[in-house]
């Protein structure tokens, strides 16, 4: 596939998928969506993942009635992927294209769940996706009795960055959008956190809705598949990425993960025995780190239940 569309093409960008029917919201004309099928012969281009997914540059050749063909997609920058179990399926692209990813929890109402978050942060380093973190319903956080949200993520903010927001009082919101712009950015975290709401304060003009379409053929109608691209402003869009959550709820290789912990990658290699578990080894360059308080020992108990498959004989959350 050429890196470059057709001279004088028509570009623009997935926004939604439909079966074989994809939303393309067109680059020149203000938040023009068509809806668009796939040119025959690219169908058998690429066999290894899925030829057009939600977040793919492409180009067009118009037909009537908001009608389009898809003649050209540009090759993926880096991708969410769900990895095809066999040989015989192919990679399922959750959203091409994607900066960075966000995970949302609640400073309360729903109480956040720490462990549920490092499985996310965990998906994010095995698909090589830069991670931030946003605590969210800031104006819940007052509880006398117990600690405040911002002491509760410390330990994220040595690793990541972390945003504290509240949709209801604005706290934050200027902050996100800056973070946001001009990015494609997925967003996920358990349902009743605020993400909706923090959309509608980003986005209080609801803008995003222009990418509906009502469709005199009805085929908008059909299910939504996967991933769906909000526009926000020029070239900042952020993504509903449903699938995510299951593939955080995935087993991970037991090999990889002290990689998808960040802090502990600078001690990897130093320990003494070179097929180390960082469980219980001596001469553990890991364990001696948590010791001298140089590993967080929140994230660092949280990589060894998950290690030693703790969590999965709970029956995980
Ligand atoms: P989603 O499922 O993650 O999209 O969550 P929603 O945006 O639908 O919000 C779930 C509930 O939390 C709703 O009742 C919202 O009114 C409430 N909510 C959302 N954001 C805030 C916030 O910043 N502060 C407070 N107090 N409530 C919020
Ligand atoms: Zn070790």
Redesign the pocket.
Known sequence: MPSLPPEGAITGLVVRAHGLWYEVLLDDADDHVVLATIRGGLKRKHRRTDNVAVGDRVAVSLLPDNEAVIEWVQPRVRSLVRTARNTRDTDQVILANLDQVMFVFASHDPEPHPRMLDRFLILAELQQLPARIAIGKMDLDDRPDSPSARERFRVYERVYPVSYVSAKTGEGIEDLREILHGKITAVAGPSGVGKSSLLNALDPEGRRDVAEISGATGKGRHTTIGSRLYHIDDATFVADTPGMRSLAMHAIDPERLPECYPELRPYLGE?FYQD?T?IH?PG????AAVEAGDIARERYESYASLRRGDELAEGGW
């Open positions: 320990c180390c960082h080894e553990c360059a890991v364990l």
